[in-house]
């Protein structure tokens, strides 16, 4: 079936750099889309949404980036900290609620 | 203000046992929604509801009960255990009845079934 996101792939940065996580969706009818961080022994934790009318949304740090016609999502993390390290998830909203997540990837911030 | 809370955080199951998996949450939205985890791969949907006495079905619903009695609580259950359900799970909710304000995540609850 059709899936956000590939195998959970690894970035690896320097502290104090920029992250650029990116995933791929695959449904061109989703129309919200977020990123979740998620630390080693907990759930989720929203970071940022971007609606399918929208093409760039900026929080604190963060910047999410979609380009609907490749079907690219990607979030920007400013000035990267060990904090930072975890696993993220972008997810779509595909359907009226159903939200469906990527596979993830691993962020790892060396000091 | 709890948010969502799971219970139990661990459990372990033979295979054929039942069990309930609990999800309460109390900033009174209406959305709520089980997921599992499994080892490098992202969060599978089992089933969602939209409200109090609505339930449906997610991306992978078989093996799984749920029921929505009351606009706090989401239970899971498992009838018949099997290794495949080997999983942690993560129950979710959100307000106004949509995705569109994103999710509240449980802490999860990690189970092994042997």
């Known amino acids: 079936g059709e899936s956000v996101g590939l195998h959970l792939p690894t970035l690896s940065v320097q502290e104090g750099d920029n992250s650029i996580i990116n995933c791929a969706y695959s449904?061109?009818?989703?129309?919200?889309f977020i990123w979740y961080k998620q630390e080693s022994g907990k759930g989720p934790q929203f970071i940022i949404d971007i609606r399918s009318n929208m093409d760039k949304r900026q929080g604190q740090r963060v910047t999410v980036l979609l380009n609907k016609t490749v079907k690219h999502l990607s979030l920007q993390i400013a000035a990267t900290q060990p904090g930072d390290s975890a696993v993220y998830f972008c997810?779509?909203?595909?359907?009226?609620?159903?939200?469906?997540f990527g596979t993830g990837t691993l962020l790892a911030v060396q000091p | 203000n709890a948010g969502v809370t799971q219970t139990p955080k661990f459990q372990v199951l033979k295979t054929g046992q039942s069990m309930t998996l609990q999800c309460a949450q109390d900033m009174n939205h209406e959305y709520m929604s089980w997921y599992r985890q499994d080892p490098g791969m992202g969060l599978r949907l089992i089933h969602y509801?939209?409200?109090?006495?609505?339930?449906d079905q997610g991306e992978v619903p078989n093996g799984y009960n749920v029921s929505r009695s009351t606009t706090e609580d989401f239970p899971l259950r498992l009838l018949s255990a099997a290794p495949s359900q080997t999983s942690v799970y993560f129950c979710?909710?959100?307000?106004?009845?949509?995705?569109?304000?994103?999710?509240?995540f449980g802490s999860g609850t990690r189970l092994t079934v042997v």
């Open positions: 979710a909710s959100s307000y106004s009845g949509t995705v569109d304000y994103g999710y509240t």
């Open positions: 449904n061109s009818a989703s129309d919200y």
């Open positions: 509801s939209v409200g109090a006495g609505i339930t």
């Open positions: 997810a779509e909203n595909r359907a009226t609620n159903k939200l469906i």
